[in-house]
């Protein structure tokens, strides 16, 4: 994600009914792929998933384990820090409400840590990734998830700027406080609103 510029310039462009965020430009029918880390080949067979921290229940989840959790499909847009959106995407996966719902947070909980099997993080207000805001998904449009982005199974925030989506995802920790992650240690924004153009630290 190194080597963007602050917003798009030029001529505006539709903003497609007021779905395109301020200083995002439609990237059409591409999917750019934008990684901090070269991109690992996972296996589903050794895949996991784990939430824990402050939970009553700490819970891994194998591949298997996932898919047998209740389906949901999230269909909307998603827009990178970068400045592209793309619009009309459907993922489909297993919301984070129900992950946390196996694991029970304690009631002090009020942030999470997303880790990735490369070792990635990224923090999110855990209002950020509850009441059906938040989901480890495994199909994109109606395919697996390719590796390069984020397959087998990726977070995903889709209200937030996407590197809060954290690709090859492992787990979630629950906290008691924000620990900022990879990206927001080096410069981004901690929380990464689009429509507030939360892109960098004090804006």
């Given at each position: 994600?190194?080597?963007?510029?602050?917003?798009?310039?030029?001529?505006?462009?539709?903003?497609?009914?007021?779905?395109?965020?301020?200083?995002?430009?439609?990237?059409?029918?591409?999917?750019?792929?934008?990684?901090?880390?070269?991109?690992?080949?996972?296996?589903?067979?050794?895949?996991?998933?784990?939430?824990?921290?402050?939970?009553?229940?700490?819970?891994?989840?194998?591949?298997?384990?996932?898919?047998?959790?209740?389906?949901?499909?999230?269909?909307?847009?998603?827009?990178?820090?970068?400045?592209?959106?793309?619009?009309?995407?459907?993922?489909?996966?297993?919301?984070?409400?129900?992950?946390?719902?196996?694991?029970?947070?304690?009631?002090?909980?009020t942030h999470v840590l997303a880790r990735s099997h490369t070792g990635y993080t990224?923090?999110?207000?855990?209002?950020?990734?509850?009441?059906?805001?938040a989901w480890v998904v495994w199909e994109a449009d109606g395919e697996p998830l390719?590796?390069?982005?984020?397959?087998?199974?990726?977070?995903?925030?889709?209200?937030?700027?996407?590197?809060?989506?954290?690709?090859?995802?492992?787990?979630?920790?629950?906290?008691?406080?924000?620990?900022?992650?990879?990206?927001?240690?080096?410069?981004?924004?901690?929380?990464?609103?689009?429509?507030?153009?939360?892109?960098?630290?004090?804006?």
């Open positions: 994600m190194a080597g963007f510029t602050r917003g798009f310039t030029g001529k505006r462009r539709d903003d497609h009914g007021g779905r395109l965020p301020p200083g995002q430009y439609d990237t059409g029918s591409s999917w750019p792929v934008l990684s901090a880390e070269i991109t690992p080949h996972i296996a589903t067979e050794g895949w996991t998933f784990t939430v824990d921290g402050l939970v009553e229940e700490p819970t891994t989840w194998s591949w298997d384990d996932l898919q047998a959790l209740p389906h949901s499909t999230y269909a909307g847009d998603i827009h990178c820090v970068t400045t592209w959106s793309k619009f009309d995407m459907t993922f489909t996966g297993v919301s984070v409400d129900v992950l946390l719902a196996a694991a029970r947070p304690q009631a002090s909980a990224t923090n999110l207000p855990l209002a950020d990734v509850t009441d059906g805001k390719k590796p390069e982005h984020g397959g087998p199974a990726r977070l995903l925030v889709p209200h937030l700027y996407f590197w809060k989506s954290a690709k090859w995802v492992s787990g979630i920790e629950v906290l008691d406080h924000d620990v900022r992650g990879f990206w927001e240690q080096n410069g981004y924004h901690d929380r990464g609103d689009p429509w507030l153009e939360q892109r960098y630290h004090g804006d």
